[in-house]
């Protein structure tokens, strides 16, 4: 199966915006949100006094990214040869450092999910993910695919980079390199909190189809000031989503985006599968 199908239905204006922006980072807008992460620490501390002694903030991003898909599903789509396609799954991609040593290699991981997944399912699957990379070092499918490119002399490289990029653009690309690619997939998550940092905004890639790409911070601690004029403290973390704007309006993604905190700031929602599933537009 292909990475997705084209949307044909799709309105005029949506049609004719990817030859007027055709460029990802031309076309790309950020969302930040704060939010209250007090549920998802009070889940976390119980999950891990359960045996997921790994569960972690990334996993219930993922999470309430999954969630979202199967409600909202127009939040996976992407652009290819300036046509809107909706993919046929959900690919999540993420960094992972060998070590946390400042020059320790580093890989990418790509998890293939389902829209009925939970926060359960999830968090194994990226352990599992983990751990099968650590134990293999460098030598995944995706980093044996980058050291054959980056011996190639730089004229042959280059030439190699634009006949794949032309490929993309037709929709030539064969799916076990797509599948390999950081560069095609759902969505791109880093956690910059890992790193005591708050979250950054990340471009979008020109090359292959991702459509989102979410930075988190660091969790922190903050005072609201309440109605009756009391301070209250609460436990937060920042985000960014960097997304392109050429897959659905600014209504969608915004309906898209209060599902995703809403999720992150009521977990239990994610602990079982959504009572509906909904396909994209055709």
């Known amino acids: ?11 005029p204006m949506d049609a004719v915006s990817p030859f007027i922006m055709p460029t990802r980072t031309g076309a790309s807008n950020v969302f ?11 889940l976390i501390k119980q999950k891990r006094a359960d045996g997921m002694t790994g569960l972690g903030m990334i996993h219930f991003f993922m999470a309430s ?15 290819r040869g300036q046509r809107l396609f909706a993919r046929n799954g959900i690919e999540i991609c993420m960094v992972m450092k060998k070590e946390m040593k400042l020059n320790a290699p580093e890989t990418v991981l790509k998890l293939e999910l389902a829209p009925k997944d939970t926060i359960e399912t999830i968090y194994h699957q990226l352990c599992e993910a983990i751990t099968e990379n650590r134990q293999i070092g460098d030598q995944n499918n995706m980093d044996t695919a980058a050291r054959v490119l980056v011996h ?21 690309l064969p799916r076990f390199l797509t599948k390999l690619s950081p560069f095609h ?26 459509p989102l790409f979410i930075a988190m911070g660091a ?28 897959i ?22 994610l602990l079982s599968e959504p009572e509906m599933i909904y396909d994209d537009i055709r």
């Open 32 to 42: 930040f949100a704060t939010i209250d992460i007090e549920k998802c620490e009070a």
């Open 248 to 269: 659905c309006d600014g209504h969608y993604y915004a309906c898209a985006f209060k599902k995703f905190q809403r999720f992150l700031e009521n977990p239990e929602l």
């Open 219 to 246: 969790k922190r601690t903050e005072y609201e000031i309440t109605k009756d004029g009391t301070a209250k403290k609460r436990r937060v973390i920042d985000c960014t989503i960097t997304c392109d704007e050429r």
């Open 185 to 210: 997939g759902s969505m791109f998550i880093t956690n910059m909190g890992s790193l005591g940092m708050p979250p950054i905004v990340h471009h979008l890639y020109n090359f292959g189809n991702l």
């Open 65 to 79: 990214y999954v969630r979202v898909v199967s409600q909202l599903p127009g939040i996976n789509r992407f652009i």
């Open 1 to 11: 199966m292909g990475e997705g199908r084209r949307i044909k239905s799709s309105i």
């Open 152 to 172: 190639l002399p730089s004229i042959v490289l280059k030439f190699t980079v634009w006949l794949l990029k032309l490929m993309d653009y037709f929709g030539l």
